[in-house]
């Protein structure tokens, strides 16, 4: 527990310490005036811009919609990370605009808020001749990013609603994994007590009978999945008509895109997580004889469900960094850190193949050492084994 109070706050204040990291960022400035190339070379870490793949191109404000275009398509081919845009306006209001693959990287987008701030501010105090009126109102300046995150597959949508997405994906996850391992737990304890399981291992062998429990409940749990996914496509479609009705026709904002694809990996992933988990709970039920013996003996395996969760924080801040991928290429915490990073940023579909490659052979290790242990421990009365003799039955 000191782990997952500490642990994560620790790494988050790492992230937090650390330099910008948008590398290959093109800096489009229309204000007529030298912004663009100090905000390019602050990016740069104050160096010379061209040496880490930060540009700026100086255009008009007629001209600023075909750059911003020409930009766009660099970022969705991946030759670019991302694009800032400067309007004319951004002098007067401080509005800014970012679009790029990071655009959901909480930790990025605070320090470039910070560093145009700074820069726009500098600008202003430069420029402006320091009356009482001026200076109060550079005092009140803020700098606003429309952060749009911008995917491969050209979809766009705002930055923190994709943070809000990718957490809210990974706490449904996260219940819906946890609830039915909990069912799969339950359904063994009730047959260890009412004896059904003597019946039914006469006509099946005990693996048989944890194969079925596993997939019946999974069924019942993609059901549940596939469910929520339509009624959440339903709302996101007729959502200009469910705002009017309750009389906030005048709020407008882009939800983010998800393909076909993306839903079925996100599907993929509750399947596989689930499939690892309810093994570890199907085994867990089979070794204690009752509901208050598998409240502690689950506790092992519910705290790597949940000490997953305890790093989203850090994840949501850096999601290319070494922290989240590290924990995607574990299995106790796949299922839930790569459908949230997946959602956050663009993940290579190699490094995504290779995950759920490796996810799908933990899920037959689990499924196997969790069927030598239900076939010992299933028949079992009155004992409480050891972790020792547990593991020799897993592994036997």
């Known amino acids: 527990f000191a782990f997952l109070l500490f642990f994560p706050a620790w790494m988050q204040s790492r992230t937090d310490a650390g330099d910008l990291r948008i590398v290959g960022v093109r800096v489009i400035d229309a204000t007529g005036s030298a912004l663009g190339t100090r905000l390019a070379s602050e990016i740069a870490g104050g160096i010379d811009a061209d ?94 990013i429309d952060a749009q995150r911008l995917s491969s597959t050209g979809g766009s949508a705002s930055g923190r609603l994709n943070i809000v997405a990718a957490i809210s994906i990974s706490l449904l996850l996260y219940f819906t994994i946890f609830f039915f391992g909990q069912a799969v737990l339950r359904g063994v304890i009730e047959e260890k007590q009412s004896r059904v399981a003597e019946v039914v291992i006469s006509s099946v062998r005990p693996t048989t009978l944890l194969a079925g429990k596993v997939i019946g409940v999974g069924a019942v749990g993609l059901t549940q999945q596939l469910i929520w996914v339509a009624a959440g496509y339903l709302l996101a479609a007729n959502r200009s008509r469910l705002l009017q009705s309750f009389g906030a026709d005048g709020m407008s904002f882009e939800l983010p895109v998800f393909t076909p694809g993306d839903i079925a990996l996100l599907l993929l992933f509750f399947l596989l997580g689930y499939a690892f988990y309810a093994a570890l709970f199907a085994a867990v039920g089979a070794i204690v004889t009752s509901e208050q013996e598998a409240q502690q003996a689950q506790l092992p395996v519910a705290l790597l469900l949940v000490g997953t969760v305890a790093f989203l924080q850090p994840i949501i801040a850096q999601p290319d960094g070494a922290l989240a991928r590290v924990l995607s290429f574990l299995p106790f915490s796949a299922p839930i850190v790569m459908p949230l990073r997946l959602a956050s940023t663009d993940v290579g579909w190699l490094e995504t193949a290779t995950v759920i490659i490796l996810l799908y052979g933990w899920c037959i290790l689990a499924v196997a050492f969790a069927g030598r242990i239900y076939r010992t421990a299933l028949l079992m009365y009155g004992q409480r084994p050891s972790i020792g003799r547990v593991l020799k039955w897993g592994i036997r």
């Open 51 to 144: 040496t880490l793949g930060a540009s700026v191109v100086r255009v008009s404000p007629d001209s600023l919609s075909a750059a911003v275009a020409e930009a766009e398509m660099l970022v969705q081919q991946q030759r670019l990370q991302g694009l800032l845009v400067l309007d004319p306006a951004t002098l007067v209001t401080g509005s800014v605009r970012y679009a790029g693959s990071n655009a959901a990287s909480l930790g990025d987008m605070q320090r470039l808020e910070r560093l145009l701030s700074r820069e726009v501010t500098a600008w202003r105090l430069e420029e402006a001749g320091l009356t009482t009126a001026e200076a109060r109102g550079i005092a009140e300046l803020r700098v606003r």
